[in-house]
């Protein structure tokens, strides 16, 4: 979810569904599966980013960068939580 707006154009409703779908999404995905993979010891989540996220910022792209960057911060979390589970 990409809204194409400038920062003072863009609806609140506009950037939490990009935040809903990008951000949040991810983190209910993987707090669904939790338990289950430190159950059995192992798994994998695979996280989709963008540079938008890590490298630059996007003229018109407000909450897409910044949901990005979130999904970013939130996998190096998991990655450090989720470590002694493999």
């Known amino acids: ?15 939490q569904q990009a935040m809903d779908t990008n951000l949040t ?3 209910l ?17 695979i996280f989709m980013s963008s540079i938008a996220g890590e490298t630059i910022g996007l003229p018109y792209m407000s909450a897409y960068a910044t949901s990005k960057a979130g ?6 979390t998991a990655a450090i939580e989720f470590a002694p589970y493999n």
């Open 1 to 15: 979810i990409y809204p194409w707006k400038s920062i003072a154009g863009l609806e609140l409703s506009e950037w």
């Open 71 to 76: 999904i970013n911060g939130f996998m190096r």
């Open 25 to 27: 999404g991810a983190f």
């Open 29 to 45: 995905i993987t707090k669904a599966c939790a338990r289950i993979m430190q159950q059995q010891q192992s798994g994998k989540f």
